[in-house]
């Protein structure tokens, strides 16, 4: 009802699409959801932390860079932590250039972030938390060990392994709260053939050609 263009829930780091090489099957299929939206047993983690109605948690900031549909958003987890946790929520938007700097400085509660793959494989996602600089302040040695072991064997079954074992560490740790993964929408009349949308997002018309058949 927010984002709209049939965008995807996510409930993991890594999108779908994104194949297992060792086994042929998607690398999403196979580790499943990693979060699941449970407001009780939020707010029964809550009260073991020491934080009830008359000791609520401390307010909490979103910051996320001037959009509306990021407004959009922002707004709608406000009002979810505000209805379902009792959690008092601010929003800061700051320009984008500000804004980049914030979170490069981790000058910041919750930020927004997003990522686009730069190549067809789940590496492209965790390979961002292993960054020395990553705007996330993320800096587990166990998490870059298994990133670490994953680039450097050629057993397919072990990597993907290893990468499932990470991806689950940053939920572990508490690093993202993954809302959608994006969709691409498009347009194309039936008589259109050959065209190819890759992986990325990319569309390809080298073999694109119209079928006059159809079309008349």
């Known amino acids: 009802h927010i984002i709209r263009a049939e965008k995807e ?16 099957r998607d690398f999403r299929e196979e580790g499943g959801n990693l979060i699941s939206e449970d407001p009780e047993t939020a707010r029964n983690l809550l009260r073991e932390a020491g934080y009830d109605e008359n000791h609520p948690l401390p307010p909490v ?7 509306e549909m990021h407004k959009a958003v922002a707004e709608a987890i406000q009002a979810m932590w505000k209805d379902n946790l009792g959690v008092s929520v601010s929003l800061m938007n700051q320009e984008s250039k500000v804004f980049m700097a914030s979170r490069a400085q981790g000058d910041y509660q919750v930020a927004r972030a997003s990522w686009i793959a730069d190549y067809a494989d789940p590496m492209t996602f965790l390979d961002v938390f292993a960054d020395e600089e990553n705007d996330a302040q993320y800096h587990n040695p166990a998490y870059n060990e298994l990133i670490r072991r994953a680039k450097s064997t050629n057993d397919e ?23 959608y993964y994006t969709t691409q929408p498009y347009v194309a009349q039936p008589y ?4 190819h949308w890759s992986q990325l997002g990319l569309v390809d018309f080298k073999n694109a050609y119209i079928d006059e058949g159809e079309r008349t």
């Open 9 to 24: 829930p996510a409930y993991a780091w890594v999108p779908p699409g994104l194949k297992d090489k060792a086994t042929g």
């Open 61 to 67: 900031t979103i910051l996320f860079n001037t959009n």
């Open 157 to 179: 079954a072990q990597r993907m392994a290893y990468m499932h074992q990470a991806e689950q560490m940053l939920f572990d740790d508490c690093v993202i709260i993954p809302i």
């Open 192 to 195: 259109i053939k050959g065209y």
